[in-house]
């Protein structure tokens, strides 16, 4: 997506987050970013710099929790819905839908004069 979207894209980074979460359970960092981008067909790319401060303040706001496990030696982190974060997603992706189908209706054409006289 270009950087004009990229504006779109900071104000939907939770909700993508906990939507993501809500469906798969638990991921970490870099399958987040691959499952958007799969999901997108490659249009939305989500580089670290982006996810991962939306991770931790979604930690903070305790919606997300935390499990480090060794992989191959290293630690990978997973992420992880709290109860109140799934309740949050689905509060997020209603509101979100709800924007998209008024955005929707303001964007399109408006009706002629003529069929509104009539």
Excluded at 1 to 6: A, I, P, V
Excluded at 11 to 28: A, D, F
Excluded at 60 to 74: A, I, M, N
Excluded at 94 to 117: D, G, K
């Amino acid at each position: 997506m270009e950087s004009s979207g990229n504006e779109f894209l900071r104000g939907t980074l939770k909700t993508i987050v906990l939507k993501l979460l809500s469906e798969h359970g638990r991921m970490y960092g870099y399958e987040i970013t691959q499952s958007v981008k799969e999901r997108t067909q490659g249009e939305v790319t989500l580089t670290f710099g982006a996810l991962y401060p939306v991770l931790h303040k979604l930690e903070q706001e305790g919606f997300l929790v935390t499990e480090s496990v060794e992989v191959d030696g290293r630690l990978r982190k997973y992420y992880s819905l709290t109860p109140r974060g799934s309740e949050t997603a689905v509060q997020k992706v209603s509101e979100f839908e709800r924007f998209v189908e008024v955005m929707r209706t303001l964007l399109q054409p408006p009706p002629s004069l003529a069929s509104v006289s009539r």
